[in-house]
């Protein structure tokens, strides 16, 4: 079974800029969930989606969005980047429900300056 | 607010020692809990899982994590660890009548085990 991957790895970015970090989910699940992790903390939770459309937030700006499309897959999109968007960002797939635990990929690194 | 705490930040531990890792949520419904493993360089792995049922689960590798209801605890336990332990852990909770599956987190604790 494919696990999830996550592209880029790393990415430096400019304040202001605006950023996109894609996720393919493992195979057989249908929800995709996104975190930020920043130094020394645990992971918090972003939104997720299923069935293409977000299912909860959590207290992120509306300049953090997403898409997951038909195959599953899914994007996170920052708009506006901030010094303090500089953080480990976590896809995690599942399968619909409260009894699917997350499956998590390596996470993109982005540091903006 | 819904919050998961992790009092210890940092573990150090000579090989063969025994592990508990403190873990306190706030909510007072109906939760699903997890403990997740991150090996350096490696992403985070799910190590067990809590449910419903038997409060005593055991996961992979030798851990078990026990939930205490009346104490919001779902505190993690190894009776011996291995120099391979050496990792980041982290408490998670999915308040289960939330509508949303999202998972809250404890800010993870770094156990280093001395061979």
């Known amino acids: 079974e494919t696990g999830v991957t996550q592209s880029p790895t790393h990415l430096i970015k400019t304040r202001g800029q605006q950023v996109t970090l894609r996720c393919s989910s493992q195979?057989?699940?249908?929800?995709v969930s996104w975190y930020q992790q920043a130094l020394g903390q645990g992971p918090q939770f972003i939104f997720q989606?299923?069935?293409?459309?977000?299912?909860g937030r959590g207290n992120f700006p509306p300049r953090f969005s997403g898409l997951q499309f038909p195959n599953y897959s899914s994007e996170l999109n920052v708009n506006a980047l901030e010094l303090d968007d500089s953080a480990l960002y976590l896809c995690a797939s599942s399968l619909w429900g409260a009894y699917s635990p997350l499956h998590f990929g390596n996470g993109t690194r982005l540091t903006v300056t | 607010a819904q919050s998961v705490s992790q009092h210890n930040h940092h573990v150090i531990l000579s090989e063969a020692a025994s592990l508990e890792l403190g873990c306190n949520y706030s909510y007072g419904g109906t939760v699903n809990l997890f403990w997740y493993v991150q090996y350096p360089g490696q992403h985070l792995q799910l190590l067990l899982k809590?449910?419903?049922?038997?409060?005593l689960v055991k996961g992979i590798k030798g851990f078990e994590a026990e939930f205490i209801k009346s104490k919001f605890s779902f505190n993690l336990r190894k009776p011996s660890v291995q120099w391979s332990d050496t990792a980041e852990y982290f408490c998670a909770v999915n308040p289960v009548s939330s509508g949303t599956y999202k998972y809250i987190f404890g800010t993870g604790t770094r156990l280093k085990v001395l061979a």
């Open positions: 989606y299923y069935r293409e459309e977000e299912n």
């Open positions: 195979s057989g699940h249908n929800t």
């Open positions: 809590y449910f419903s049922g038997d409060p």
